[in-house]
């Protein structure tokens, strides 16, 4: 007889209460799992304690096997810690790793001692094939090849199954917000609206730049859910939960413009507020229309992927935009009414000082067109070549990295290596190992001066005649460039520290 299995899914915690939001990865495993079984969530985002929620959800109630979901960057070390503890606490309750960081790094995964299986991919199916498979008994390697997006160990060998074909998931149900105790709680204050939630509606990207773990998990595949779908997972979020408006998770909410005008004609019709990501060249192609669909749809920002004005980078890292099509979305938003949120990728591996200043310029140009224009800095941070999705490797080789002595970067090797501070933020796109002391500076102090002459709508903390102040005082410097060690601006920032988007997300 089939066991009917019983999966514990913990999300260990990646930000403060105040910031959290739907742990929509494990709610979407949730739906599939209890298909032919059931499952339980610890969000450590507001279990605040994840190790001891997570051993005491274990003592109360038998689970067949535990699925952590794993960024990486700050989500890693908590990760280890409910690893390590379930598995000194109950040795044989088989610990899965899933999400992008065993996709980025199976091989590193399951180095470690406590990890049993690893996900690489999406892990709906794939993991409730898995736990199905453990709930019957010992699983054999016949049984363990079968699954697509597994890695796992074979007499001691780490063996990766063929990725599992693209799916576009469940689409029959509501997510079970209820297994997150008062979902209301979820909701949070936003420059949106009082009552702001996250919500995914599309699927992966058909895009594959060297720099986004999005095209490793997915390959370029990408789904939009059916406006029917949109509709009754947006209905539910704000005739029964009660709010008031969305931000979007989707990696490019605007696709084809064919596809795109159902769901806006939802969001129209629902009339909340929303954010989302987008690109330049799709925003190009819409039609007068279409943006008049989505001036009545409220939508507030959009995120932007400028990354660079050299169109020679942008091709290296296979972004398929150009400069040009930034410009032209940046004055197309001023004339809707939408704030554009651009994010760069400073300071390359190649011509490093040169291509941030020229960024910086180019920066300044897109403020003067539109000084409504929201700016993100990062740092570009490639992936690792055998980090890329299995269709994308050894196609485009990748030059050799190299660190500010010249040489070669050697990436970590084990899960523990990864959550060291210089590849945390390697991994969030706030450091570089090729950044020397003094262009780090360089890029602190420029972003210093941008936030404080153009701070934020984003944040609701710092009264309007605070954030003006500050304006002023950072207006001399950005006006003439002098953005060299602005003393006067970090002593104000111990005093009203400003929303930085690139950490603080809606």
């Known amino acids: 007889m089939t066991a009917s299995p019983n999966t514990l899914l913990v999300n260990p915690p990646i930000t403060s209460w105040s910031s959290a939001r739907f742990p929509l990865s494990l709610l979407n495993l949730a739906v599939t799992l209890d298909r032919h079984g059931s499952s339980r969530i610890v969000d450590g985002n507001r279990d605040r304690d994840v190790v001891a929620a997570t051993l005491q959800a274990i003592e109360r109630e038998r689970f067949d096997a535990i699925g952590i979901s794993v960024m990486g960057g700050p989500q890693l070390a908590p990760a280890i810690a409910v690893s390590q503890a379930v598995r000194e606490r109950f040795p044989q ?45 010992s699983p054999t390697p016949d049984d363990l090849a079968k699954i697509g997006g597994l890695t796992w160990r074979r007499d001691g060998e780490v063996v990766h199954n063929p990725n599992r074909p693209f799916s576009r998931g469940e689409t029959s149900l509501v997510l079970p917000y209820e297994k997150l105790g008062d979902p209301r709680a979820y909701l949070k204050r936003s420059f949106l609206g009082r009552r702001t939630a996250s919500h995914q509606a599309a699927l992966g990207c058909r ?77 190009l192609k819409l039609s007068e229309s279409t943006w008049k669909l989505i001036r009545k749809s409220r939508l507030r920002m959009a995120y932007i992927g400028a990354e660079s004005p050299s169109g020679a980078m942008l091709k290296e890292i296979r972004k398929g935009t150009r400069p040009d099509q930034t410009v032209e979305a940046v004055e197309l938003c001023r004339r809707h009414g939408v704030i554009p949120e651009l994010s760069f990728m400073m300071a390359p591996p190649v011509n490093t000082e040169e291509e941030t200043e020229q960024t910086f310029e180019f920066i300044r140009e897109l403020k003067q067109i539109n000084p409504a224009s929201e700016v993100v800095i990062y740092v570009y941070t490639p992936l690792p070549e055998n980090s890329r999705h299995e269709k994308d490797r050894k196609k485009r080789q990748q030059a050799p990295l190299f660190d500010v002595n010249g040489e070669p ?3 970590p090797t084990t899960p523990e290596e990864w959550t060291e501070k210089r590849w945390v933020d390697y991994a969030c796109h706030m450091d570089a190992p090729w950044l020397t002391d003094k262009l780090r500076q360089r890029i602190h102090d420029f972003s210093t001066v941008l936030r404080y002459r153009y701070p934020t709508v984003q944040d609701l903390r710092s009264p309007r005649w605070v954030k003006r102040g500050l304006s002023t005082i950072a207006s001399w410097r950005y006006s003439t460039r002098y953005y060299h060690r602005p003393w006067e601006l970090n002593l104000a920032n111990r005093l009203v520290r400003l929303r930085m988007p690139q950490a603080q997300s809606l």
Not at 238 to 263: C, T, V, W
Request: charged fraction near 20%; charge should be negative.
């Open 409 to 411: 970067v050697v990436f």
């Open 207 to 283: 895009f594959r730049c060297t720099f986004c773990g999005v095209a490793a998990m997915f390959g370029g595949a990408t789904a939009l859910p059916t406006a029917a779908r949109l509709e009754r997972e947006l209905s539910y979020l704000k005739y029964e939960l009660g709010a008031d408006s969305i931000h979007f998770y989707d990696n490019n909410f605007f696709d084809r413009e064919q596809d795109m005008i159902p769901l806006l004609e939802v969001m129209a019709k629902l009339e909340m507020p929303w954010w989302c990501f987008a690109r330049s060249d799709a925003l």
């Open 93 to 137: 309750l088989p610990i899965i790793w899933g999400g992008y960081f065993p996709t980025l790094h199976s091989d590193t995964t399951m180095v470690a001692p406590y990890v049993d299986y690893a996900m690489h991919g999406q892990g709906e199916d794939s993991l409730a094939e898995l736990v199905q498979v453990l709930a019957d008994g």
